[in-house]
């Protein structure tokens, strides 16, 4: 199970933190990538981190600007986002392959997670 949370409601140039906590799979090789959908908007692989060797994927639409994160003894993985604006504006959802077998790109552009969260909003307001 993958658990989101932090949602919320934020000015514009503002930070907020998400938290995605992991249950019930193996947590010793795994990605788990942050996902968003804004209404009418498809779907948006935003960033995802390896746990076999800590790599990491951005979107070009968060570069610079969001930050993956994990903390293995807590199964949880964290997606810091700063200077937000209001395009970032979505449901952000956490998910995971495990055991990990698809390079990083390819994986959050196809979304072929094996496990799924329920996703948290996040509202950016100008």
């Known amino acids: 199970q993958l658990q989101a949370s932090g949602g919320g409601f934020v000015q514009a140039g503002g930070p907020l933190r998400l938290s995605c906590a992991a249950s019930?799979?193996?947590?010793?090789?795994?990605?788990i990538g942050w996902f968003r959908q804004a209404p009418g908007k498809e779907r948006e692989g935003v960033s995802c981190i390896s746990s076999s060797d800590g790599s990491t994927y951005y979107a070009d639409s968060v570069k610079g600007r969001f930050t993956i994160s994990s903390d293995n003894a807590k199964n949880t993985v964290y997606l810091q986002m700063n200077s937000l604006k209001p395009e970032d504006t979505a449901f952000y959802y956490c998910a995971a392959e495990s055991p990990l077998r698809t390079p990083l790109g390819l994986l959050m552009v196809s979304g072929a997670m094996d496990y799924w969260g329920k996703g948290t909003l996040v509202t950016v307001s100008s």
């Open positions: 019930g799979f193996t947590f010793d090789h795994y990605a």
